[in-house]
């Protein structure tokens, strides 16, 4: 790629500002458009979850090679950040303190992506076309015009809804006062709407855990506190992950805790549960989950909705685009990352060749890089960002090179663990630590931990 100059990165969460820094570094022009007010916009709303990946995960390497002159400390490698400390502690030094400090432009919400003269039909010469960028600020609608744009925009303010077929359930809008989507801070600014009150957690992911396991401290605060697990599929044991297996500690430990206050029965487990419509009434909030053949219902008092996140696909409509069909990221990426087939798996390290669009110049990165997908670590945007800047300063080989080693969730390496979650004997009620283990089980065999290029990180 020839004659790029300003490169537009959209959104200054972690890998749009380490966008910005592996550009900086090879010479070109970044301009970071933020939507929020400040950045780590998203990550400042989930700031009291705590990760999952400690500092050494979480640091760039050219952002902290940024940040080295303006005496800044590298925090603890080993130390667990929450959200609102790495904003704290990383994010606003980066984006203050450095040379990226004027590259940054906050209250910059990005509308609409266009190549200057041509509209998404027009092919001849598009590809030499800049890209014109609409954004939203306190003065109206400014534009922008760039040579190449990386979106790393997220997917934090777009969660999916509690509707079990994709849709909002049926009165879910209407519902929304007693609804709160992602991880409520049910400890600290959200206690008062929580304490002593039936809440219901719908989802089965990291953060439906990292919920329901804040919940139950609540309860043991406030005893009237009663909790309601909502998960649509038929097996809690899938949402503990890899426990002590995990390589990431601190995310194996979330799945453990979970497990152990399933099993000392410190919350209700609804199995099964597809939610189609919800409904304010005198009782409460009446969750309705209708099935042909059955139909099941719980009324609480506050719902929480922990169903995966989706990727706003609106102000890329402009631009030609090749997406997965199922899981709305970059096509080539979708079989390294379907949940159907990685549901513990670790994802291998990709770049700018993967992440390539049909609009040449264009990038999707980070978290939205993943479409739908939920697997997605820090790190991995970091390589992403990385390899991309190379392809736009023109360095090829280093573009193609892969410089991350990921860590390995671990549980679909081990050989069968006692409770042959993955890997083991084919008995009938294992559970399965990910959909390939389920099949290779189905099959008769012995589970894909024991086999060659079963479910582990190929
Ligand atoms: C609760 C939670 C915990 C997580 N824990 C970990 C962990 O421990 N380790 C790990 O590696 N990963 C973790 N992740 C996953 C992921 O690494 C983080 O979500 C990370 O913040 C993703 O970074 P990002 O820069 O891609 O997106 P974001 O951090 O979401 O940043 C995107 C930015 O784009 C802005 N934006 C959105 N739309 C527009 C627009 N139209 N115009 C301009 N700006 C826009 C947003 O305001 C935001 O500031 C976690 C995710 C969540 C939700």
Redesign the pocket.
């Known amino acids: 790629m020839s004659g790029i100059r300003t490169v537009a990165v959209?959104?200054?969460?972690?890998?749009?500002l380490a966008a910005a820094a592996h550009l900086l570094e090879r010479g070109l022009d970044p301009v970071v458009?933020?939507?929020?007010p400040a950045?780590?916009?998203?990550?400042r709303q989930?700031s009291h979850?705590r990760?999952?990946?400690p500092w050494g995960?979480?640091i760039d390497k050219a952002a902290g090679r940024l940040l080295a002159p303006s005496g800044w400390n590298s925090p603890d490698p080993q130390a667990y950040p929450t959200?609102g400390e790495l904003v704290e502690r990383y994010l606003e030094p980066l984006a203050t303190r450095t040379a990226l400090r004027s590259h940054i432009r906050t209250t910059?919400?990005?509308?609409g992506i266009g190549r200057v003269g041509f509209d998404k039909v027009k092919t001849s010469g598009r590809e030499r076309a800049p890209f014109e960028l609409r954004?939203r600020n306190g003065a109206g609608d400014e534009t922008l015009v760039a040579d190449a744009v990386i979106d790393?925009?997220?997917?934090?303010?777009r969660p999916n809804p509690a509707g079990a077929s994709g849709l909002p359930a049926i009165g879910e809008e209407a519902a929304r006062q007693r609804i709160a989507y992602?991880?409520p801070d049910v400890l600290g600014a959200a206690r008062a709407r929580y304490a002593g009150k039936t809440v219901a957690v719908l989802g089965a992911g990291?953060?439906a855990a990292?919920t329901l396991i804040d919940l139950a401290a609540l309860a043991r605060d406030v005893p009237e506190t009663r909790i309601i697990w909502l998960l649509r599929g038929d097996d809690p044991a899938k949402s503990f992950g890899g426990g002590a297996n995990d390589k990431l500690a601190?995310?194996g430990a979330v799945g453990l805790m979970l497990a152990d206050l399933v099993a000392k029965g410190g919350l209700r487990v609804e199995t099964g549960v597809r939610v189609s419509r919800i409904e304010s009434t005198d009782r409460g909030l009446r969750i309705a989950a209708t099935m042909p053949g059955s139909a099941r219902e719980v009324v609480v008092d506050e719902l929480i909705v922990a169903t995966g996140?989706r990727p706003?696909l609106g102000?890329l409509n402009e631009l030609r685009l090749g997406l997965d069909p199922a899981l709305e990221c970059p096509a080539a990426l979708a079989p390294l990352i379907d949940p159907n087939e990685h549901s513990c798996g670790t994802v291998r390290p990709h770049g700018a060749q993967e992440l390539a669009q049909p609009e040449p110049g264009f990038y999707i990165?980070?978290?939205?890089s993943y479409g739908r997908a939920p697997t997605?670590?820090?790190?991995t945007?970091y390589e992403q960002v990385r390899s991309i800047a190379a392809e736009l300063a023109g360095d090829r080989q280093a573009a193609r090179r892969v410089e991350l080693v990921l860590p390995e969730t671990g549980v679909c390496n081990v050989t069968a663990p006692a409770n042959g979650c993955c890997g083991g004997p084919p008995t009938s009620n294992a559970p399965a630590c990910c959909a390939a283990d389920e099949a290779a089980k189905q099959a008769g065999a012995g589970g894909c931990a024991t086999q060659r290029g079963g479910c582990g990180p190929k």
């Open positions: 959209i959104g200054a969460g972690p890998v749009g458009l933020e939507a929020g950045v780590g916009h998203a990550m989930w979850v990760l999952f990946s995960y979480n959200g910059a919400r990005v509308t954004y790393a925009s997220g997917t934090w303010f992602g991880m990291h953060s990292g601190a995310r996140f706003d102000f990165a980070g978290m939205k997605f670590l820090m790190l945007g």
